[in-house]
Protein backbone atom coordinates (compact mmCIF):
# COMPACT_ATOMS: atom_id res chain seq x y z
CA UNK A 1 0.00 0.00 0.00
CA UNK A 2 1.37 3.59 -0.99
CA UNK A 3 0.97 6.40 1.84
CA UNK A 4 1.29 10.05 1.17
CA UNK A 5 1.95 12.03 4.18
CA UNK A 6 1.60 16.22 3.06
CA UNK A 7 3.24 18.93 5.43
CA UNK A 8 4.27 22.47 5.47
CA UNK A 9 0.84 23.29 5.58
CA UNK A 10 0.07 26.77 8.23
CA UNK A 11 -1.30 30.48 8.37
CA UNK A 12 0.46 33.47 6.46
CA UNK A 13 -0.63 36.33 5.25
CA UNK A 14 -1.33 37.67 1.65
CA UNK A 15 1.70 37.78 -0.08
CA UNK A 16 3.56 35.59 1.73
CA UNK A 17 4.75 31.66 1.15
CA UNK A 18 5.03 28.58 1.80
CA UNK A 19 6.06 25.05 0.95
CA UNK A 20 4.10 22.05 0.81
CA UNK A 21 5.88 18.49 0.99
CA UNK A 22 4.26 14.71 0.37
CA UNK A 23 6.20 11.70 1.33
CA UNK A 24 5.62 8.86 -0.45
CA UNK A 25 6.28 5.87 1.23
CA UNK A 26 4.79 2.01 1.44
CA UNK A 27 6.54 0.52 -1.78
CA UNK A 28 10.06 0.50 -3.10
CA UNK A 29 9.12 4.24 -5.41
CA UNK A 30 5.38 5.12 -4.09
CA UNK A 31 3.83 5.23 -7.15
CA UNK A 32 6.19 6.74 -9.18
CA UNK A 33 6.66 3.92 -12.16
CA UNK A 34 4.81 3.48 -15.31
CA UNK A 35 2.44 6.19 -16.54
CA UNK A 36 1.79 7.50 -12.77
CA UNK A 37 0.75 11.16 -11.90
CA UNK A 38 1.36 13.12 -8.60
CA UNK A 39 -1.00 15.95 -7.92
CA UNK A 40 -2.39 18.40 -5.46
CA UNK A 41 -6.17 19.26 -4.72
CA UNK A 42 -7.75 21.71 -2.55
CA UNK A 43 -10.53 22.02 -0.71
CA UNK A 44 -12.50 25.02 0.53
CA UNK A 45 -14.65 24.41 3.40
CA UNK A 46 -18.17 24.32 1.61
CA UNK A 47 -16.62 23.96 -1.28
CA UNK A 48 -15.90 21.20 -3.91
CA UNK A 49 -12.25 19.84 -4.09
CA UNK A 50 -10.44 21.38 -6.86
CA UNK A 51 -7.24 20.24 -8.72
CA UNK A 52 -4.22 22.82 -8.36
CA UNK A 53 -1.37 21.18 -10.11
CA UNK A 54 -0.32 18.02 -11.13
CA UNK A 55 3.26 16.27 -12.51
CA UNK A 56 3.51 13.37 -14.83
CA UNK A 57 6.03 10.43 -15.24
CA UNK A 58 7.23 12.59 -18.52
CA UNK A 59 8.11 15.17 -16.76
CA UNK A 60 4.79 17.32 -17.91
CA UNK A 61 3.59 19.81 -15.08
CA UNK A 62 0.15 20.78 -15.54
CA UNK A 63 -1.09 24.02 -12.99
CA UNK A 64 -5.14 25.00 -12.55
CA UNK A 65 -5.28 28.99 -13.79
CA UNK A 66 -5.87 30.56 -10.64
CA UNK A 67 -2.01 29.26 -9.98
CA UNK A 68 -0.39 29.33 -12.60
CA UNK A 69 2.42 31.72 -12.11
CA UNK A 70 2.03 32.00 -8.67
CA UNK A 71 2.62 27.67 -7.82
CA UNK A 72 5.29 25.73 -8.40
CA UNK A 73 5.22 21.60 -8.44
CA UNK A 74 7.88 19.36 -8.42
CA UNK A 75 9.44 16.51 -7.09
CA UNK A 76 12.50 14.53 -5.60
CA UNK A 77 12.59 11.03 -6.37
CA UNK A 78 15.71 10.33 -4.72
CA UNK A 79 13.95 11.44 -1.40
CA UNK A 80 10.60 10.55 -2.75
CA UNK A 81 8.94 13.60 -2.01
CA UNK A 82 6.38 15.75 -4.18
CA UNK A 83 6.59 19.24 -3.30
CA UNK A 84 4.34 22.33 -4.11
CA UNK A 85 6.25 25.68 -3.90
CA UNK A 86 3.71 28.61 -3.41
CA UNK A 87 4.24 32.12 -3.46
CA UNK A 88 2.11 35.08 -3.44
CA UNK A 89 -0.56 34.15 -1.51
CA UNK A 90 -4.07 35.23 -1.52
CA UNK A 91 -6.90 34.21 1.01
CA UNK A 92 -8.89 32.62 -1.88
CA UNK A 93 -5.59 29.99 -1.59
CA UNK A 94 -7.17 29.05 1.75
CA UNK A 95 -7.92 25.24 1.98
CA UNK A 96 -7.27 22.08 3.23
CA UNK A 97 -4.56 20.91 0.50
CA UNK A 98 -4.01 17.51 -0.30
CA UNK A 99 -1.35 15.26 -2.53
CA UNK A 100 -2.60 12.57 -4.28
CA UNK A 101 -1.10 9.48 -6.81
CA UNK A 102 -2.10 6.86 -9.02
CA UNK A 103 -2.92 6.46 -13.01
CA UNK A 104 -5.70 8.98 -13.70
CA UNK A 105 -7.15 9.19 -17.54
CA UNK A 106 -7.55 13.33 -16.70
CA UNK A 107 -4.52 15.20 -14.04
CA UNK A 108 -7.54 17.20 -12.84
CA UNK A 109 -9.86 14.82 -12.11
CA UNK A 110 -9.76 13.45 -8.24
CA UNK A 111 -11.65 10.46 -8.90
CA UNK A 112 -8.65 9.22 -10.85
CA UNK A 113 -6.09 9.49 -8.11
CA UNK A 114 -5.78 6.20 -6.15
CA UNK A 115 -3.99 7.40 -2.93
CA UNK A 116 -4.30 10.15 -1.01
CA UNK A 117 -2.44 11.92 1.95
CA UNK A 118 -4.44 13.38 5.00
CA UNK A 119 -4.07 16.93 4.16
CA UNK A 120 -2.59 19.81 5.81
CA UNK A 121 -3.86 23.24 5.85
CA UNK A 122 -3.34 25.94 4.54
CA UNK A 123 -4.97 29.28 5.50
CA UNK A 124 -4.02 32.96 4.00
CA UNK A 125 -5.03 36.32 5.80
CA UNK A 126 -5.81 39.67 4.30
Known amino acids: QVQLVESGGGSVQAGGSLRLSCAVS????????????MGWFRQALGKEREAVAA???????LYADSVKGRFTISQDNAKKTLYLQMNSLKPEDTAMYYC????????????????WGQGTQVTVSS
Open 55 to 61: TKSNGAK
Open 26 to 37: GNSSGSMYGNYV
Open 100 to 115: ATGYPRYWDFSQGYSY
